[in-house]
Nanobody
Framework: QVQFVESGGGLVQPGGSLRLSCAAS????????MAWYRQAPGKQRELVAS???????KYADSVNGRFTISRDNAKNTVYMQMDSLKSEDTAVYFC????????WGRGTQVTVSS
């Protein structure tokens, strides 16, 4: 059974930083492309950043230059460093495969507010 457990969210002021982590289990992690997604209140879930098995990365235009996705295959974990946070980054953040699998975790809440 594939599982994703996200952590690292919280309340941060605009301009601040957070580092999200996602521990994956039940799959051969190193061969899969992974991604971070987010869902803001009243909006659809959107792709934020992805990283291939070969460590190639892509970002949504809204976060490019501010967020950095990375992975540690030895720990079956994917990370996202989020800098220069804005109020519009407020959302629940999830990790999953890319393309997505039906196995979603509970996510981690990120709130950017003064």
């Amino acid at each position: 059974q594939v599982q994703f457990v996200e952590s690292g969210g919280g309340l941060v002021q605009p301009g601040g930083s957070l580092r999200l982590s996602c521990a994956a289990s039940g799959l051969m992690f190193r061969i899969y492309a992974m991604a971070w997604y987010r869902q803001a209140p009243g909006k659809q879930r959107e792709l934020v950043a992805s990283i291939t098995a070969a460590q190639s990365t892509k970002y949504a235009d809204s976060v490019n230059g501010r967020f950095t996705i990375s992975r540690d295959n030895a720990k079956n974990t994917v990370y996202m460093q989020m800098d220069s946070l804005k109020s519009e980054d407020t959302a629940v953040y999830f990790c999953n495969l890319h393309p997505v699998s039906p196995d979603w975790g509970r996510g981690t809440q990120v709130t950017v507010s003064s």
